[in-house]
């Protein structure tokens, strides 16, 4: 009998631990669902850059008179030129012809922490750069700056920008027996320098001689045992300054906010097609290849640069604003107040106000602390992330007539979502005015435009249609004649093939981003010859 009750007891507190157990479990799966959907909501607003256009990458090259930290400065330099790309970063340090390098996934805080920077030492000489993939997917041996040791010596590679010729020079590569361990064009242009530099007396001079062979955006720095070049695609169609600090450091970097940074002062802009060479006997230019007039990208002063950068002479921060003085002429509209979306379309905002007459509010709460991340939330997942970015101001939206004003409409999706806002705050009428024209048509030069398909210029006939799907009461873009106009005093040309699907070289019909990671059946012609 006591046996038995034994028997009994113990079953008892096995069926209570197995209970217990079972519910730990369902409480830890509850958890982390909760954890699950709680990231989920958090990556929704970080995703909503996805409806956006994306930057391309951001380059820098110092060369000290002496050893110290470079790589700080680099750092900081970087910092700076955060917003031309967020999805890696990394820094290459020489040290008497001794390269260390780190680079990583993420942002530059992230990637370089204290530890991270002082494992790099010191040097005399540092690239840096930040990268948004325009070309190859997020690959770790796509992370630039590319540090390559070869015959000659050591090499390391920073370029922003993207090649339309990539895959023919790959392909000449790799049928003479090349191995490439990433898919960007970068590693195109590394193997170019190093196989013309084996003909060569220098790098400069191999440089020289590869620049004819590379067809689209280029604007690179690189750095060998004992110089800091830089050059840039005859065209111009991404920017690159040179600087120079207090004390006798050369810089060169895709905008001059990072001059600023490092309390550098801009010397000029490198030309398109100059080949820039810093040593220990000063600063040399090869101009062999300056004959074109720039082509810069009008995106540049539109979105991508930092508004307190200068680039070709003219301020970007003015530049946006006369965006915003020439859409009040053109598309004039009585209104109570003007109000612009974080962040580029702030100053366009303040131009229109000031052009117009109609006062210049504040009508939304950018989230400063949310990351901007690559992770693509569907359509679907994207419904109600707005709201954890931006928050309207409702006491000075009620009631009112407002004029919104952004950069760019890409999907249209998002910005249906912020009229949303603006309508449930009390909004009497909305009506939007565009700092750019229409997207139609792809870029082959280094911005992450959507396909067509998706872009909602493509998917209707008129401006009005656009307006009715988005939900506002009007809808003006700028012309494609006012933005030739942006920068003030300055004598070039811009690339405005997004909107008129006239480029200024010859383009593919089609390139996609990936095209080095396609599948065979997606990529054929390219694999046949190798096969």
């Given at each position: 009998?006591?046996?038995?009750?034994?028997?009994?007891?113990?079953?008892?507190?096995?069926?209570?631990?197995?209970?217990?157990?079972?519910?730990?479990?369902?409480?830890?799966?509850?958890?982390?669902?909760?954890?699950?959907?709680?990231?989920?909501?958090?990556?929704?607003g970080?995703?909503?850059?996805?409806?956006?256009?994306h930057?391309?990458?951001?380059?820098?090259g110092?060369?000290?008179?002496?050893?110290t930290?470079?790589?700080?400065?680099?750092?900081?330099?970087?910092?700076?030129?955060?917003?031309?790309?967020?999805?890696?970063?990394?820094?290459?340090?020489?040290?008497?012809?001794?390269?260390?390098?780190?680079?990583?996934?993420?942002l530059?805080?992230?990637?370089?922490?204290?530890?991270?920077?002082?494992?790099?030492?010191t040097?005399?000489?540092?690239?840096?750069?930040?990268?948004?993939?325009?070309?190859?997917?997020?690959?770790?041996?796509?992370?630039?700056?590319?540090?390559?040791?070869?015959?000659?010596?050591?090499?390391?590679?920073?370029?922003?920008?993207?090649?339309?010729?990539?895959?023919?020079?790959?392909?000449?590569?790799?049928?003479?027996?090349?191995?490439?361990?990433?898919?960007?064009?970068?590693?195109?242009?590394?193997?170019?320098?190093?196989?013309?530099?084996?003909?060569?007396?220098?790098?400069?001079?191999?440089?020289?001689k590869?620049?004819?062979?590379?067809?689209?955006?280029?604007?690179?720095?690189?750095?060998?045992?004992?110089?800091?070049?830089?050059?840039?695609?005859?065209?111009?169609?991404r920017?690159?300054?040179?600087?120079?600090?207090?004390?006798?450091?050369?810089?060169?970097?895709?905008?001059?906010?990072?001059?600023?940074?490092?309390?550098?002062?801009f010397?000029?802009?490198?030309?398109?097609?100059?080949?820039?060479?810093?040593?220990?006997?000063?600063?040399?230019?090869?101009?062999?290849?300056?004959?074109?007039?720039?082509?810069?990208?009008?995106?540049?002063?539109?979105?991508?640069?930092?508004?307190?950068?200068?680039?070709?002479?003219?301020?970007?921060?003015?530049?946006?604003?006369?965006?915003?003085?020439?859409?009040?002429?053109?598309?004039?509209?009585?209104?109570?107040?003007?109000?612009?979306?974080?962040?580029?379309?702030?100053?366009?905002?303040l131009?229109?106000?000031?052009?117009?007459?109609?006062?210049?509010?504040?009508?939304?709460?950018?989230?400063?602390?949310?990351?901007?991340?690559?992770?693509?939330?569907?359509?679907?997942?994207?419904?109600?992330?707005?709201?954890?970015?931006?928050?309207?101001?409702?006491?000075?939206?009620?009631?009112?007539?407002?004029?919104?004003?952004?950069?760019?409409?890409v999907?249209?999706?998002?910005?249906?979502?912020?009229?949303?806002?603006?309508?449930?705050?009390?909004?009497?009428?909305?009506?939007?005015?565009?700092?750019?024209?229409?997207?139609?048509?792809?870029?082959?030069?280094?911005?992450?435009?959507?396909?067509?398909?998706?872009?909602?210029?493509?998917?209707?006939?008129?401006?009005?249609?656009?307006?009715?799907?988005?939900?506002?009461?009007?809808?003006?873009?700028?012309?494609?004649?006012?933005?030739?106009?942006?920068?003030?005093?300055?004598?070039?040309?811009?690339?405005?093939?997004c909107?008129?699907?006239?480029?200024?070289?010859?383009?593919?019909?089609?390139?996609?981003?990936?095209?080095f990671?396609?599948?065979?059946?997606?990529?054929?012609?390219?694999?046949?010859?190798?096969?």
């Open positions: 009998a006591l046996s038995s009750a034994a028997s009994d007891v113990y079953k008892r507190q096995v069926l209570s631990i197995g209970a217990t157990f079972l519910f730990m479990i369902l409480q830890v799966v509850f958890y982390c669902d909760i954890i699950r959907k709680t990231e989920k909501i958090i990556l929704l970080v995703g909503l850059m996805f409806n956006s256009l930057e391309e990458c951001g380059v820098f110092i060369f000290e008179n002496k050893t930290y470079v790589a700080h400065s680099a750092y900081l330099a970087l910092y700076a030129l955060q917003h031309r790309g967020q999805e890696s970063c990394g820094i290459a340090v020489n040290d008497d012809g001794v390269f260390r390098h780190h680079r990583g996934d993420g530059v805080p992230d990637v370089f922490t204290s530890d991270k920077l002082d494992a790099l030492g040097g005399n000489m540092a690239i840096g750069h930040v990268r948004y993939s325009t070309t190859g997917g997020k690959n770790v041996n796509n992370i630039q700056p590319l540090v390559i040791r070869h015959i000659k010596g050591n090499l390391a590679v920073a370029h922003n920008g993207n090649l339309v010729n990539a895959p023919d020079l790959r392909k000449t590569f790799e049928l003479n027996g090349g191995i490439f361990h990433g898919t960007s064009d970068t590693e195109s242009i590394a193997y170019s320098i190093v196989s013309a530099r084996l003909t060569s007396k220098s790098t400069e001079e191999a440089i020289e590869i620049m004819p062979t590379l067809k689209g955006a280029y604007s690179c720095v690189v750095m060998t045992a004992t110089k800091l070049i830089a050059f840039r695609d005859p065209n111009g169609f920017p690159l300054c040179l600087g120079k600090t207090e004390g006798g450091a050369w810089i060169v970097s895709s905008e001059s906010c990072a001059l600023d940074t490092l309390g550098a002062e010397v000029r802009d490198i030309r398109p097609g100059e080949i820039v060479v810093i040593s220990t006997d000063g600063v040399k230019s090869i101009d062999t290849h300056c004959t074109k007039k720039s082509h810069i990208c009008v995106f540049e002063y539109i979105y991508f640069a930092r508004p307190d950068s200068v680039i070709e002479g003219s301020s970007v921060q003015h530049a946006r604003m006369r965006a915003g003085k020439f859409l009040a002429e053109e598309h004039p509209v009585d209104a109570d107040i003007v109000i612009g979306v974080p962040d580029s379309g702030l100053d366009a905002a131009g229109y106000a000031n052009a117009s007459g109609i006062p210049y509010g504040i009508g939304f709460i950018k989230n400063r602390y949310i990351g901007r991340s690559f992770i693509q939330p569907t359509q679907g997942q994207r419904r109600d992330a707005v709201r954890i970015k931006l928050n309207v101001v409702k006491e000075n939206i009620k009631g009112k007539r407002v004029i919104m004003i952004d950069d760019s409409i999907r249209g999706t998002t910005c249906a979502r912020i009229v949303g806002l603006l309508r449930e705050a009390g909004a009497k009428e909305v009506h939007m005015r565009i700092s750019s024209p229409p997207f139609k048509y792809p870029c082959f030069f280094g911005t992450d435009v959507d396909s067509q398909e998706n872009l909602i210029a493509c998917k209707f006939d008129t401006v009005e249609e656009i307006a009715e799907e988005i939900g506002v009461d009007s809808l003006g873009y700028l012309s494609v004649e006012a933005t030739h106009k942006l920068a003030e005093n300055t004598d070039f040309d811009y690339c405005d093939g909107f008129t699907g006239k480029y200024p070289i010859e383009v593919p019909k089609e390139q996609p981003k990936d095209k990671e396609e599948k065979l059946n997606k990529f054929s012609a390219y694999y046949q010859v190798l096969d």
